[in-house]
């Protein structure tokens, strides 16, 4: 099966930057992918890593190390509407559906 | 028109009732989703759907079922609602060119009383 750990909450003030970490476990691997949810609000995509390395759109940016089980998400250049949850998500090799991480709260203050 | 539409958005029903939630969308995916989220325990995976003629359970089906009544259409029922089911639920659809992408509806809350 797959397990993912993230922090369940982390806080920064507005300008900063902040890493979101993910550790998986699985019996195979087809990528990691991220997504943002405000409260009250919908699940969105945010970026995906099948390959080692680090993928940037925009102020946000995710890094895979397959070899580690680790992932990460940068958010720079905090601004109060990243306030919001964070999901890491694998896609389980069998059956070809995501498995989500419980999420992180990300608090931004000013 | 938002491309993943979920109806109701809000519900309140009693112990007992039978309930269906439905979504539909418009992005011509042919895989979707149904997924339930209580506070802390994020994204929980109820029933998928690959196309029509494919149901699978998820993580969490008991008390649950699905139809799939077209490429467009998957809709969640609870046969006989208890408070343990009061959640907040998403539909959700890939392509499967894209399956690491997907995408959400709005939710629907759901209150058992």
């Known amino acids: 099966g797959q397990s993912l750990e993230q922090p369940s909450e982390v806080t920064a003030v507005e300008g900063a930057i902040v890493q979101i970490n993910c550790t998986y476990q699985?019996?195979?691997?087809?990528?990691l992918s991220w997504y943002q949810q405000h409260d009250g609000g919908a699940p969105t995509f945010l970026s995906y890593?099948?390959?080692?390395g680090l993928e940037e759109t925009g102020r946000f940016s995710s890094f895979l190390s397959r070899s580690d089980s680790y992932g990460y998400l940068l958010l720079q250049e905090l601004q109060m509407k990243d306030s919001a949850s964070y999901f890491c998500a694998v896609r389980d090799t069998g059956f070809q559906k995501l498995v989500f991480g419980t999420g992180t709260r990300l608090l931004v203050s000013p | 028109d938002a491309d993943v539409t979920q109806t109701p958005r809000n519900r309140i029903t009693k112990t007992g009732k039978r309930i269906m939630l439905e979504c539909s969308q418009t992005?011509?995916?042919?895989?979707m989703y149904w997924y339930r989220q209580d506070p802390g325990l994020g994204l929980r995976l109820i029933y998928y759907s690959f196309d029509v003629k494919d149901i699978n359970k998820g993580e969490i089906s008991d008390g649950y079922s699905v139809s799939r009544q077209a490429q467009a259409k998957f809709s969640l029922s609870l046969e006989s609602a208890i408070p343990n089911q009061t959640a907040l639920y998403f539909c959700?659809?890939?392509?499967?060119?894209?399956?690491?992408?997907?995408?959400f509806g709005a939710g629907t809350r759901l209150s058992v009383l």
């Open positions: 959700a659809t890939s392509d499967f060119r894209a399956k690491n992408i997907q995408y």
């Open positions: 890593n099948a390959l080692d």
């Open positions: 992005k011509g995916h042919d895989r």
């Open positions: 699985t019996s195979g691997f087809y990528g």
